[in-house]
């Protein structure tokens, strides 16, 4: 009687041992991969060099669309990061290089900047201060700004929309609300009067007057 009961513990004592020592080589396991990347990842970056910054900044330009004035600043911010060993970086002039390649198109990206704003209903202030952000130089903006501004009414009346201002709204609002809806209009880049204009007319007028020029 005793025989089958024995062998019954050593067996379980056995399979015991068995799944403690798969435990333990598990977790030893996970606890080696966990710290491997840690190790990498404490490794400090080479030095960029003249080869590395090109890199970087073809990298840069095929995953974003952007200006010379952005590109300068990501790779001028790279070099403090890592570094730099060789002659003196020149960002400026790699910035100019990828323009002349046809790589970066200042007014391109800024016609589409400001498309994508004035889709939004945002209005040429808010449109200018996005170009100068974004490095879009003067001779460039003073391109496209105009073309911004002969939709002032549209992208106004898009905004007017969005928020359900004006003749967009369900219902006739007060002189302190409107001036709120003023408020925001403005803070989206619109001028004051047109933007009063727009909030005092009642849900469903008419608003083609709003393009009549004297």
Do not use: C
Request: proline residues 4%.
């Amino acid at each position: 009687m005793l025989r089958p009961i024995v062998a019954l513990l050593h067996d379980s004592y056995v399979q015991k041992r068995r799944s403690d020592a798969l435990r333990h080589r598990s977790n030893s396991v996970a606890t080696v991969a966990q710290s491997w990347p840690m190790a990498r990842s404490d490794r400090p970056a080479r030095p960029l060099d003249a080869a590395a910054l090109d890199r970087l900044a073809l990298r840069y330009v095929e995953r974003f669309a952007t200006t010379r004035a952005k590109l300068a600043q990501y790779l001028n911010r790279k070099i403090r990061e890592r570094g730099w060993e060789g002659e003196s970086a020149d960002p400026v002039a790699l910035a100019e290089r990828f323009a002349e390649l046809g790589y970066i198109d200042d007014r391109a990206f800024g016609e589409a900047r400001a498309r994508s704003l004035t889709r939004r209903g945002l209005g040429m202030r808010r449109v200018a201060m996005a170009l100068h952000q974004a490095g879009v130089a003067g001779e460039d903006r003073e391109e496209i700004l105009p073309e911004v501004a002969e939709q002032a009414v549209d992208t106004a009346l898009r905004f007017a929309q969005r928020r359900r201002f004006g003749p967009f709204g369900a219902v006739e609002v007060d002189r302190p609300v409107q001036e709120k809806q003023v408020g925001a209009m403005v803070r989206a880049g619109h001028a004051s009067d047109l933007a009063r204009r727009i909030v005092r007319l009642a849900p469903g007028d008419d608003t083609a007057f709003l393009f009549e020029t004297d």
